[in-house]
């Protein structure tokens, strides 16, 4: 059997994350989430894969071509949608294939109950149904999905996952994949409804601290860098080659911490934290529930907490984050949120600087003792 990977999107409403990235290569428990997709379907002894990619291509393709898997590429040249993604690979598919989002987690065991079935869709229960395709069921098949509804009649969704046939490709009329299966049933084609066990969308920025802390759970307790003596480390924890612990130290698992980072002294990691590589967090500093992407530097006595921090920041001494609720408009749609801070890349921030709730964009610099509440701040801004 084929898989077919789509991976061309952006990702809009995970910006500023997606600025300098496709959202399947956003990095979660150390990892691009596109990753685990090709990890379950090569469980699943999957492995002629085609991956149509299309924003930033090039960092997709790099990391494809890293794997031991003759992964095939296919371009998308403009963004114009599901199906359209799809019809790119369509003269590379031979008969039954799965179809994946890129930017999803899904495990093993939901492929193997699906990759089996013809004309199935997999669906799983969400408590926001409307931000994806809404599914009524009728003896166990799908009666209808409807594309992102206003008012949800049901909380079961379809993950995006799909077992078909190169028939399909008869009933594309539009961009959507959704569409396409609207027009399967309507020609009498059952569409099978097989559910879940595990499967995970990050629908806004914060998202990802909930798929990060589902990913770590599989972690496994690793340590190539070199920590302290008076160092504290406990439960499940991942320390890359050339990374040093600190005295004083505690790190609390499950905790992932990339290569070639220098950790305290005295500082205090929590569990559910992803910290990337070549990262410097300085004495006296506490993250927890958060990730931290590469090459960025968290300064002495600061504490961030239920937050994501991209590529290449500088977080001055003193520098918090802090867990609270409000609403930001997210695509011009306001969206409750609760969360402490997520960062762009390239972000500088001055002393003694607060974030709360709040969403900072690329090439962003703060200078010293704001407080940022219930914000988002454009790119390449100058906050004084």
Not at 94 to 110: H, Q, V, W
Not at 150 to 172: C, E, M, Q, W
Not at 250 to 272: A, E, L, Y
Not at 318 to 336: A, C, D, F, N, Y
């Amino acid at each position: 059997m084929q898989a077919v990977i789509l991976a061309a999107g952006e990702g809009k409403r995970v910006r500023p994350l997606t600025w300098s990235r496709p959202k399947a290569m956003i990095s979660v428990a150390n990892r691009p989430i596109i990753a685990y997709t090709i990890d379950a379907l090569v469980k699943n002894g999957i492995r002629d894969i085609i991956v149509v990619v299309g924003y930033r291509k090039e960092q997709v393709t790099r990391f494809l071509n890293q794997l031991d898997l003759p992964i095939e590429v296919v371009v998308q040249e403009k963004q114009l949608g599901t199906a359209h993604a799809l019809q790119q690979a369509e003269s590379r598919i031979k008969g039954d294939f799965l179809l994946l989002p890129g930017d999803n987690y899904i495990d093993a065991l939901s492929i193997a109950k699906i990759k089996d079935i013809k004309n199935a869709v997999l669906i799983k229960e969400h408590p926001s149904p409307s931000n994806f395709g809404v599914v009524t069921l009728r003896d166990g098949r799908v009666d209808s999905i409807v594309e992102k509804p206003d008012h949800a009649p049901s909380f079961l969704v379809s993950t995006g996952i799909y077992s078909l046939n190169k028939d399909f490709f008869r009933y594309v009329r539009g961009n959507d994949i959704t569409d396409a299966i609207s027009c399967m049933i309507e020609a009498g084609t059952d569409i099978n409804a097989v559910t879940a066990d595990d499967w995970q969308d990050a629908i806004y920025p914060w998202d990802l601290l909930k798929l990060n802390l589902r990913l770590l759970k599989h972690l496994p307790a690793m340590r190539e860098g070199t920590s302290s003596s008076h160092a504290t480390i406990h439960g499940p924890v991942y320390i890359g080659k050339g990374t040093t612990i600190g005295p004083n130290t505690v790190i609390s698992g499950p905790v992932i911490i990339g290569n070639d980072c220098t950790i305290g002294p005295n500082c205090c990691i929590q569990p559910d934290t992803s910290i990337g590589s070549r990262v410097t967090i300085e004495p006296l500093s506490l993250i927890g529930n958060a990730i931290v992407m590469d090459d960025t530097t968290i300064s002495s006595h600061s504490r961030i907490v239920d937050s994501v921090i991209g590529e290449r920041c500088t977080l001055a001494d003193h520098t918090s984050t802090e867990t609270v609720g409000g609403i930001l408009e997210i695509e011009g749609i306001p969206t409750r949120s609760e969360f402490g801070a997520i960062i762009g890349d390239h972000v500088k921030s001055g002393s003694f600087a607060r974030f709360k709730n709040c969403i900072v964009g690329n090439n962003v610099t703060l200078e010293g003792n704001r407080d940022v509440c219930s914000r988002i701040i454009p790119d390449s801004s100058l906050v004084i």
